[in-house]
């Protein structure tokens, strides 16, 4: 037995290499079909000018000088061709999409002190009269399984006991949010606030008059001809939408900044109830938010970190479920919150589904694309029993940025887009540090992703987002450098001790 030992193991170890390589070649070999695919017409433009070059030196002085012969004999048909060849291309030029450019973004973390550990919470909870023992069990249960760790923040007014949902101090706590991560934008970026031409915020659940992007105006005293929008109730999937509006209108205006705020508001929306599908926004929801830099000058390209590639917008709301399934609303006794429907997964399934047969065929290499294809019409016309073909995604992105709506979300995903827990780690790691900070959070995750130097100069991040109404955004971006994390990330000083292994 001794001696088979040594023998065991080696095979054991021979039998570890080949799988090893094995999986190594499988990858280069997948890679090098993406490359191909994506980059088909380059390579087929480079040969047809290699073609053309190699029988262009093979030409003589004499055919050189026959060519310019026939050219003068038809000198007006060679000026029409030029100025047809001028104006095409200027139109070209002048009609073409400008490029968009993430310069850079924050992410706001509150300070030490707004930390909330699981069992303060339920500590709190009790001394609220609100709550009976069965919603203070439910809670219990919630965070226990929730993902979430024991440094999430609550605002200021949630530490009180009893709580102050006052307007004042859901003001005070979106003023902290925004001024945080603006400071830390216009600190990093080096951009004076009377740059910026376009600002975006999105809040769903707090829209005070002057507005939230009125505050941002008068703190910074920005320009009085900035175009600002405020985006309100469009859920956890606004930070998309607020991207793909600021992008629009950058397509309208030349050589300018746009910024994009993205927050959510805790203060005036927790739950003092009793109605189970309303106390889970209480145990999931947490303090964050973030601001982005756009920019369409072409000179920025080479301090940005991302090129925005594609935006992509999937509405459910025509539908009564899937309109009703985040809804607000008051329970039997008039308290107010936000109610999560049983079929919020399942809605959600199906607007992913939708997203990525929209964003599928912008993004997929062609044979991912043709077997999503031949697979669908085969369940229409043959045999809708047919398993549907899920493309590998992972052939388009190397970075996913799922939005930490809660575990089942980033579960459900996983399991649908048959992801390895690598690709997931940013959304689980960002769940159990931050919480669900809602549309901000797919920031906190690429901050992650940065953090761990994982972004290199080319790939691409893909950010999905789901939110109320029912709506599934995807925003994918290209990495036009090795990127570093910025020097006021917010995984900054604790990016040492993640991942950690999640217990439910």
């Given amino acids: 037995m001794v001696s088979k030992e040594p023998n065991s193991t ?18 280069s070999i997948k890679l090098g079909y993406h490359y191909l695919m994506t980059h088909f017409l380059f390579l087929c433009l480079v040969t047809l000018i290699a073609i053309t070059l190699t029988q262009a030196s093979e030409l003589k002085y004499e055919d050189f000088e026959n060519l310019y012969l026939k050219l003068q004999c038809n000198l007006a048909t060679v000026v029409a061709f030029s100025c047809l060849v001028v104006v095409g291309f200027t139109v070209y030029y002048m009609s073409r999409p400008r490029p968009v450019y993430l310069v850079d973004y924050a992410c706001y973390r509150p300070p030490d002190r707004l930390q909330v550990k699981n069992q303060k919470f339920m500590d709190h909870s009790r001394l609220i009269p609100d709550f009976n023992e069965s919603s203070l069990e439910f809670q219990r249960k919630i965070l226990e399984r929730s993902g979430l760790g024991e440094q999430t923040y609550l605002p200021e007014a949630m530490h009180q006991i009893p709580p102050i949902p006052s307007i004042t101090a859901a003001r005070e706590e979106a003023e902290q949010v925004m001024f945080g991560a603006l ?24 829209n005070p008059t002057p507005s939230l992007s009125a505050m941002i105006v008068n703190k910074y005293k920005l320009r009085g001809n900035i175009k600002t929008f405020n985006l309100g109730g469009m859920g956890c999937s606004a930070g998309v939408i607020a991207i793909d509006l600021a992008k629009d209108m950058l397509q309208l205006h030349r050589n300018t900044y746009a910024v994009v705020v993205s927050t959510e508001n805790i203060t005036q929306n927790w739950y003092f109830g009793n109605k189970k599908s309303m106390l889970i926004p209480n145990c999931l929801f947490r303090v964050g938010g973030s601001a982005v830099l756009l920019s369409n000058w072409r000179s920025d390209m080479y301090r940005s970190k991302y090129r925005n590639i594609h935006v992509v917008r999937t509405h459910k709301g025509s539908s009564d479920v899937a309109f009703k399934c985040v809804y607000q609303e008051q329970d ?56 549907p073909y899920i493309p590998d995604f992972k052939l388009a992105f190397d970075h996913f940025c799922i939005h930490a709506g809660g575990r089942a979300v980033i579960d459900e995903l996983e399991k649908n887009l048959s992801l390895e827990p690598i690709h997931v780690e940013a959304s689980r790691m960002t769940l159990h540090r931050f919480g669900n900070t809602s549309s901000s959070s797919i920031w906190y995750e690429l901050a992650y992703s940065e953090a761990k130097k994982r972004v290199r100069k080319g790939d691409r991040v893909w950010q999905i987002a789901f939110g109320s109404g029912f709506k599934c955004n995807s925003a994918v971006w290209q990495a036009l450098r090795n990127v570093k994390p910025s020097c006021n990330s917010p995984w900054l000083d604790c990016i040492d001790s993640y991942p950690v292994e999640m217990v439910y």
């Fill in 10 to 27: 080696t095979a054991s170890c021979g039998s570890t290499t080949s799988i090893v390589l094995r999986d190594h070649l499988q990858r």
């Fill in 183 to 206: 400071d830390n934008l216009f600190s990093a970026t080096g951009i004076k606030p009377k740059d910026i031409g376009i600002l975006v915020v999105n809040c769903s659940l707090f």
């Fill in 332 to 387: 039997e006794r008039g308290k107010p919150g936000v109610s999560l429907s049983k079929d919020l997964m399942k809605i959600a399934g199906n607007a992913l589904k939708t997203n990525i047969t929209t964003l599928g065929p912008l993004v997929l290499p062609i044979r991912e694309q043709l077997l999503f294809f031949i697979t669908l019409i085969l369940r229409k016309i043959i045999n809708p029993n047919i398993k």
